[in-house]
């Protein structure tokens, strides 16, 4: 067989090629749309009115004071569930970035401010898939804009995931600030609109 010489040019553009390969194998992982989250989160709501907080400066500040990390965006987008007359609570949808893409989650709040429940929306990493574990995720249950919630300290690492496990902390952390700051005491205003109501299908 003929003796094929490679060039460094030759090499890098193969290596390319295959990184390119490599990362295209690694696709973002879709766990739950937010309509199968939030009768997830609130299976008895017979409705969810979809708000988009704006936070003004004042807000931000608050927010960022009580918690301990800046708002990563201007608002929130949330939907606010009700059975009837009832106010069950609120599913806040968030993102935080995690190693290098960004992952989508959801916040379930009851009226009193405490955590229901975690759900993982959309995981793009290539590693950290783990903190999608009901165990890892039940942490957060009835933690509040009160708790702690540190990594370390009242919520545990996940070896292999520990950015994504902070960060995602950190935002439930932040989402619970939000709520507390800014939606807690508008809910239940006179005269309160929200943007858009969805009723929920049977």
Known sequence: MPNVKT?????LLAASFMFLVSAASVQAERYLTVDEARKLAFPAADRFEELTVRF???ESAAIEK????????????????????????????DQVLGKHEMIDYAVAIAPDGKVLQVEL??????????????KWRGQF???????Q??????????????IS?????????????????????KLNEPGTRTRAET????
Request: proline share 6%; glycine share 8%.
């Open 7 to 11: 060039t460094p040019t030759v090499r």
């Open 56 to 58: 003004t400066p004042g």
């Open 141 to 147: 249950k009835h933690k509040s804009a009160e708790s």
């Open 199 to 202: 009723p929920s299908k049977p």
């Open 165 to 185: 496990c902070r960060n995602v902390t950190e935002g439930v952390r932040r989402v619970l600030a939000t709520f507390e700051v800014v939606l807690k005491p």
């Open 149 to 162: 919630l540190r990594l370390y300290k009242d919520i545990y690492n996940i070896s292999g995931a520990t």
């Open 121 to 134: 929306l959309e995981y793009r990493e290539s590693h950290g898939r783990e903190i999608r574990s009901a």
């Open 66 to 93: 009580k918690c301990g990390a800046k708002p990563r965006n201007a608002g929130n987008r949330c939907l606010v569930a009700r059975s009837g007359t009832n106010l069950l609570g609120v599913l806040f949808l």
